[in-house]
């Protein structure tokens, strides 16, 4: 069994910036590729980045690139994510995904694995 848990999320003025992390856990697990979404009261989960595991090719969605920046431990399977510049409009729950599928990286269906989020809240 695959465990993700999210860390580093909290409160940050406009402007700011905050750090996530994202652990893996388990013993034989090998992903394929690992990405961050968000979701925002009432609204769908939003693809925000991805990272591919083989050879660490960066994926963002329009709304985050050039602001957010993704990055692997490829010994320790953890993902991060450097976010940057940030705006009222980029709070929400942000969800760590892995994948051991093929496929587009900005799908959720591409993902297995979920984490159970970590709440970002930034202010004007």
């Known amino acids: 069994q695959v465990e993700l848990v999210e860390s580093g999320g909290g409160w940050a003025q406009a402007g700011g910036s905050l750090n996530l992390s994202c652990a893996a856990s388990?013993?034989?697990?090998?992903?394929?590729?690992m990405g961050w979404f968000r979701q925002a009261p009432e609204k769908e989960r939003e693809y925000v980045a991805a990272?591919?595991?083989?050879?660490?090719?960066?994926f963002y969605a329009d709304s985050v690139k050039g602001r957010f920046t993704i990055s692997r431990d490829n010994a320790q399977i953890m993902v991060y994510l450097q976010m940057g510049s940030l705006t009222p409009e980029d709070t929400a729950v942000y969800y760590c995904?892995?994948?051991?599928?093929?496929?587009?990286?900005?799908?959720?269906?591409?993902?297995?694995?979920w984490g159970q989020g970590t709440q970002v809240t930034v202010s004007s």
């Open positions: 995904a892995a994948s051991t599928n093929s496929g587009r990286v900005s799908r959720p269906r591409f993902y297995n694995y």
């Open positions: 388990g013993s034989t697990f090998s992903p394929t590729a």
């Open positions: 990272i591919e595991w083989s050879d660490a090719t960066t």
